[in-house]
């Protein structure tokens, strides 16, 4: 099977699709499902989870085909993915509190909240380049 010929990127359906699995991945770990998110915790649940999907799509991508073309030149792409690196990244940094606040209530108490989300976050250094 041969590499994808775009990214994915700028599909809705992908960029869907890829941000559920997202979603899942932050949530199943506290024990969350978003009608346990107020409506504000849901947008911004959602907004991080799109920024995050064209992120992994475009590394899925450039991990299959290499950053430079054949003539040493970065795809054309590189400033879109920029952005959607620093909007996840900011993004997540003001949906990790409600997160945290979302499982304490759910739960009683903060337990291992913190431990899960430092797990989280390991596996999301490992995307960065």
Do not use: C
């Amino acid at each position: 099977m041969s590499a994808p010929r775009t990214h994915g990127a700028r599909s809705q359906k992908a960029v869907s699709r890829r941000a559920g699995y997202v979603k899942q991945a932050v949530l199943k770990p506290l024990a969350l499902v978003q009608r346990d998110l107020s409506p504000a915790d849901r947008y911004r649940l959602n907004e991080w989870a799109k920024a995050a999907a064209i992120v992994y799509l475009i590394d899925a991508w450039v991990s299959e085909r290499g950053l430079l073309d054949e003539k040493g030149r970065p795809p054309g792409f590189m400033p879109a993915y920029l952005a959607a690196r620093n909007s996840a990244a900011r993004l997540y940094s003001r949906l990790e509190p409600h997160l945290l606040k979302a499982a304490a209530e759910k739960e009683g108490k903060g337990g291992k909240l913190a431990d899960v989300l430092g797990e989280y976050r390991k596996g999301e250094a490992k995307h960065d380049h």
